[in-house]
């Protein structure tokens, strides 16, 4: 299997500008993550998807953000009129629902590094 | 509330030194999960082990051990003869069970720097 993938790995932007990012899971993983990483902390949820619903949102998740995840497939993350605070690295990780030895584990994608200036 | 402390910011060692970084959690409920994940300077997070909450039996992997105690809410991880690549920041982490939802928490993180 093809590990989690992330696309792009770095992106600066200037501030009030619009990124999306693009998240494509380990296939036949139904659930994906999004967490936000900032220097010198442990990563923070933002939102859960399980196939193609949204269920669950962290309250970090500003009106500014958006996510989709069509077809339960691949899953992009926007980010609109963006501010030097979310500067940050963004990760994405999938997990199995089931009862196998390896459900209910996530697994991390290499992340996408935004620098808002 | 689920909360992950891991109160030792940063460990130096010289390699073929063992190693142990500690993590304290705090959860309310009665099942759960919790994991230690590496990130390497490259910035992806590496699955190391998982553990569930009604197994406290210690576990080996070549170099790596973890010692879970629910009595003190603690899940350490050692490093026996540490090398150069051993060097990265290690997070704990906590989820819950039983349910489609298992967000991560994460604790802060321990950078361990292994020199030669």
């Known amino acids: 299997d093809t590990g989690v993938s992330q696309d792009p790995r770095h992106k600066i932007t200037k501030r009030g500008q619009n990124v999306t990012f693009r998240c494509d899971p380990i296939?036949?993983?139904?659930?994906l993550y999004w967490y936000r990483q900032t220097l010198g902390q442990g990563p923070e949820f933002l939102t859960y998807?399980?196939?193609?619903?949204?269920?669950?949102k962290s309250r970090l998740l500003s009106d500014r953000f958006s996510a989709e995840r069509p077809k339960g497939s691949f899953s992009t993350l926007e980010i609109q009129r963006t501010e030097q605070g979310d500067s940050a690295m963004y990760l994405c990780?999938?997990?199995?629902?089931?009862?196998?030895?390896?459900?209910?584990?996530?697994?991390f994608g290499p992340g996408t590094r935004l620098t808002v200036l | 509330a689920q909360k992950v402390t891991q109160a030792q910011t940063e460990i130096s060692v010289v390699e073929k030194e063992d190693v142990t970084l500690d993590c304290v959690y705090e959860?309310?409920?009665?099942?759960?999960?919790l994991f230690w994940y590496k990130q390497p300077p490259s910035g992806e997070l590496v699955f190391l082990i998982r553990?569930?909450?009604?197994?406290?039996q210690n576990e080996i992997s070549g170099r790596y051990s973890w010692n879970f105690q629910k009595s003190t809410s603690s899940f350490n991880f050692t490093i026996t003869a540490s090398q150069v690549v051993d060097s990265a920041v290690y997070f704990c982490?906590?989820?819950?069970?039983?349910?489609?939802?298992?967000?991560?928490?994460f604790g802060t993180g321990t950078r361990l720097l292994v020199s030669p």
């Open positions: 553990r569930n909450s009604f197994d406290e």
């Open positions: 990780a999938s997990s199995a629902l089931g009862t196998g030895v390896h459900t209910d584990t996530q697994y």
């Open positions: 982490a906590l989820s819950r069970m039983n349910t489609g939802f298992q967000k991560l928490v």
């Open positions: 296939s036949e993983h139904n659930r």
């Open positions: 998807f399980q196939n193609e619903a949204q269920l669950e």
């Open positions: 959860t309310r409920d009665t099942t759960y999960y």
